[in-house]
């Protein structure tokens, strides 16, 4: 806690400073060659460095760069070649991860599916984007894909009944029983249990572990959550605060995402661990998933109420203490903030590898760019998600030889 409360004290502390930076020096540098400075505090107040994934900062780092007067031309040169290059092998596994998804046909047999291969892959390179991680970023596409698509299911698609039958079916984790359920629930079972114990026969070749048994626990863990908000609409449930972010940390799917995570990316895999991950919550796992939670609420839960969903976490904080939209929403801020502090402490103590530790924040890092103007999955072409993929993935950095 005594490291928590210094990190806060040398935010407050620094954002004052750059505050007073801007306001005693706007005038003066306006029209010099140093414009570059202004840009980067402003950035800096507004997206921290410590939030913001590498990749799209480097692309945004690189253009600033080329305004300094003293910058080193070859320099330059080199860091948009390797950007340049980087990308490029990015593209080439788009096409892949791409190959792979149309091969499903899940967008022909169920046309509900959104295509959203490209902004999953996006999250990945958020998380890895060096080249040597093309198999955890082959992964995790797929792994968010399958949670997009339950979660459309959870959402809007299945009945209460037939969620409760499919809930039950994957917890049991039997192909025997998918007769039981409709057409197009049996099609998305099969492909989440074709796709989840291919993950566990790869771990289990590479790493001598069985870790199906916690994939299947956190998968349910999962759907129980999902099934719970879908109750909530259904009844117009109004949870309290408390009840609704122990519901919705799970929901977040980001146990869900860390324990896959975790089992394909570290040597190591102890049965600690795993329980750690996927069932004790660890901080690091508790904190990210508050943040995902959190900033996803901000971003969606207006327009989701306008349609008719159950409350999140803004709603349910005004419902309980009587706090209006703007002082709810300035609460849920906080708790972000006091998350990631959770996450920076804990990245010096944590007993789980550095590599997972580090691998949790950048997912978080992933978050704060997707949900910062708004539902950047589920409308992507509206907060500005479509722009860094460009920027990311598909618009190399100009550069003279």
Same mark, same amino acid.
């Given at each position: 806690m005594d490291s928590e409360f210094k990190l806060k004290e040398a935010r407050s502390?620094?954002?004052?400073?750059?505050?007073?930076?801007?306001?005693?020096?706007? +005038?003066?540098?306006? %029209?010099?060659?140093?414009?570059?400075? @202004?840009?980067?505090?402003?950035?800096?107040?507004? #997206?921290?460095?410590?939030?913001? +994934?590498?990749r799209k900062e480097a692309r945004w780092y690189i253009v600033v760069y080329q305004r300094k007067h003293d910058m080193d031309p070859l320099l330059l040169?080199?860091?948009?070649?390797?950007?340049?290059?980087?990308?490029?092998?990015?593209? /080439?596994?788009?096409?892949?991860?791409?190959?792979?998804? #149309?091969? +499903?046909?899940?967008?022909? /047999?169920?046309?509900?599916?959104? &295509?959203?291969?490209?902004?999953?892959?996006?999250?990945?390179? %958020?998380? *890895?984007?060096?080249?040597? *991680?093309? =198999?955890?970023?082959?992964?995790?596409?797929?792994? *968010?894909?399958?949670?997009?698509?339950?979660? &459309?299911?959870? &959402?809007?698609? %299945?009945?209460?009944?037939?969620?409760?039958?499919?809930? #039950?079916?994957?917890?049991?984790?039997?192909?025997?029983?998918?007769?039981? @359920?409709?057409?197009?629930?049996?099609?998305?079972?099969?492909?989440? =249990?074709?796709?989840?114990?291919q993950i566990g026969y790869d771990v289990l070749r590479d790493k001598g572990r069985n870790i199906i048994p916690y994939l299947k626990q956190v998968w349910t863990d999962l759907f129980k959550a999902f099934l719970t908000e879908a109750k909530w609409y259904k009844t117009g449930h109004k949870p309290s605060f408390n009840e609704y972010m122990q519901n919705g940390l799970i929901s977040s799917s980001v146990p869900t995402i860390l324990l896959h995570l975790f089992s394909i990316l570290c040597d190591q895999i102890s049965d600690q661990n795993l329980t750690d991950v996927s069932i004790n919550h660890h901080s690091i796992v508790r904190s990210s998933a508050t943040i995902l939670r959190l900033a996803n609420d901000l971003a969606t839960s207006t327009e989701e109420m306008a349609r008719g969903d159950s409350p999140k976490s803004v709603q349910c904080y005004m419902y309980e203490t009587g706090a209006n939209e703007d002082a709810a929403r300035e609460q849920i801020q906080s708790m972000i903030i006091d998350s990631w502090d959770v996450i920076n402490s804990a990245a010096h103590t944590s007993s789980l590898p550095s590599g997972f530790v580090a691998a949790a924040a950048n997912l978080n890092r992933v978050v704060q760019c997707i949900y910062q103007h708004g539902d950047g999955h589920g409308c992507p072409e509206k907060a500005k998600t479509v722009d860094h993929i460009q920027s990311v993935l598909f618009n190399p950095v100009p550069f003279q030889m």
């Open positions: 502390f620094e954002n004052e400073r750059l505050t007073e930076f801007i306001a005693e020096n706007s +005038t003066t540098i306006l %029209g010099t060659n140093e414009t570059y400075i @202004l840009d980067m505090v402003k950035r800096a107040l507004v #997206n921290p460095y410590h939030w913001s +994934t590498r040169k080199f860091a948009a070649l390797d950007f340049n290059i980087l990308q490029a092998n990015h593209q /080439q596994e788009l096409k892949l991860i791409s190959s792979w998804w #149309n091969s +499903t046909e899940l967008m022909k /047999q169920l046309d509900f599916v959104r &295509d959203r291969i490209t902004e999953s892959y996006f999250w990945t390179i %958020g998380i *890895f984007y060096e080249p040597e *991680f093309k =198999y955890y970023r082959k992964i995790l596409t797929k792994l *968010f894909m399958l949670i997009a698509i339950m979660d &459309d299911i959870y &959402d809007i698609y %299945g009945t209460l009944e037939e969620l409760e039958i499919f809930t #039950n079916v994957v917890e049991r984790w039997d192909v025997n029983l998918v007769e039981r @359920l409709p057409e197009y629930m049996q099609i998305c079972f099969l492909f989440l =249990y074709n796709e989840i114990n």
